[in-house]
Nanobody, 127 residues
């Protein structure tokens, strides 16, 4: 059973930075793509970023391009989301997700491409 645990959320002022971490347990996820999604109150969960199994390809929502960076550390079975120049509209619960397909090299942008989910970590950006 795969478990994903997010950490690193918190309260930050606009223009600040945070780094989210997603630690996986129960299975090594080095052969699986990983992603980050977010959900603000009253809104649907939306795609933020994804990284393929090798770490060689990354995908971003237009709203975060140039500000957020997704990366992974296979040795630590962990995925990160570095968030810079945060804006109040980035306020949301952030969720980590993993694709159960192994060595899949397609693009990512949808919830139904991921099978395992964490419980989320809250990010609040004050103006």
């Amino acid at each position: 059973q795969v478990q994903l645990v997010e950490s690193g959320g918190g309260l930050v002022q606009a223009g600040g930075s945070l780094r989210l971490s997603c630690a996986a347990s129960g299975r090594t996820l080095s052969a699986h793509a990983m992603g980050w999604f977010r959900q603000a109150p009253g809104l649907e969960r939306e795609f933020v970023a994804a990284i393929d199994w090798s770490g060689g390809s990354t995908y971003y929502a237009d709203s975060v391009k140039g500000r957020f960076t997704i990366s992974r550390d296979h040795a630590k079975n962990t995925v990160y989301l570095q968030m810079n120049n945060l804006k109040p509209e980035d306020t949301a619960a952030y969720y980590c997700a993993a694709d159960q397909r192994r060595f899949y090299s397609g693009s990512y942008s949808k919830e139904n491409e991921f099978d395992y989910w964490g419980q989320g970590t809250q990010v609040t950006v004050s103006s």
